[in-house]
């Protein structure tokens, strides 16, 4: 559109220049050297301009020739990077396909076409680690130190060998690094909370969660207060029992549903003389969630002698959640000490109720078996074998089950995995040395 105005502009420009020449006829007159040229001034002018048209033309060609060398160059540049690129991004590819020659040839391509090493160098470390050369991609990670730009994916291929070798020391040394550089990041703060956890570096450890973790989520509550826990038990350990209850007080607070945290809290309780306060904590967290573990530290909280009395205040603690299987397995429990069978029998037939789970049929069968009903015992153990697991430490990380609550998985080593909860499924990795769904331990007098 503007072309076309100037166009026209021009046109109608010229037109009056040439209706004021012709309107106004003359003649002019070059006198020089001796000789004198006359002409009408229509063609003086039209003369001056073509020669001003010749003029642009070869001043045109001029700069296109002069610029040829140049603009030849550049093409061949800009051909070699997209190649190049082609290379690099062939190479990625085999890469994410696992075929190691592919990789390894578009890595030297890429490499000798590309003036970007932060690219080509990741590339070639990958195609050597592809390749199993766990040499050469350590001396490409250890080049990309050098450089702002890669230093980064430097230190995390490093860390990633170090982690592999499971040198703790150097894996240590590297995640400190890659988290001043990216502090911001997921992926570094989990690695760095990991290690910490692995060297028991508690309180480091609930730094590093704090600093990366933005926002209040369940997840994270329950994450955090499993790291209290552990700070807690630092601190029992070295006599400070003030100190511990602070924290798994604080843990309890976090998840109050979480039976570790009010185990350990109750523990220390107890030591500083304060029983009842210890079962009003075990009370507190068996209306949210009642474990199996809670019952005797409430025996411990509440004194009592004998048998019968301790049925008595387990059957009170399991009325604050009538409807959970636990309640009634605890009870049974009891009931079986003191040799109420009748009793046993009914909980342990409306736990089944409640949870129809693997770990309420065998406690049940045990219970037949000590009663010497090897018939119906049998019979139990079959539908035990039928049914779901029960609730167990289960890890979410890998779906491992272990006997014991810990803060770090024993089998793939997450942190603040473990669950109380029916495994959903999730295929075990390796079978782990801990017990699977473990039973309520039953111990029956001889009839
Ligand atoms: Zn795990």
Redesign the pocket.
Known sequence: MIRLIRFVIVVAILTALAVAVAERPGTAAIDWLGYRLETPIWILLFGLALLALIAGIIARLWYVIGTLPGRMREARVTRRRRRGYVALTQGLVAVAAGDVGEAERNAKKAEGLLDDPPLTMLLSAQAAQLGGDERAAEVFFTAMLGRAETEFLGVRGLLIQAMKRKDRDGAMRLVRRAYRLRPKSEWVAENLLSLQAQAGQWVDAEVTFRDSTSGHTPEGARRHAALLVMRGREAEAAGELRQAGRLFAKAQRLDPGFARAAIDRAHVLIANGRKQKAARVVEATWRIAPHPDLVDVYVDAVPTEGKLNRLRIIERLAALHSDHADSHLAVARMAIAAEFWREAEARLETAARLEPSERVFRMWAAFEEARGDTARAQDLHARADAARSGPAWT??????IQAEWAAV??????VA??VWEAPTGLPRLAPSAAGAATPLPVTLPHP
């Open positions: 890890c979410r990380g890998c779906g491992d998985c024993g089998h793939c080593e997450s995995s473990l």
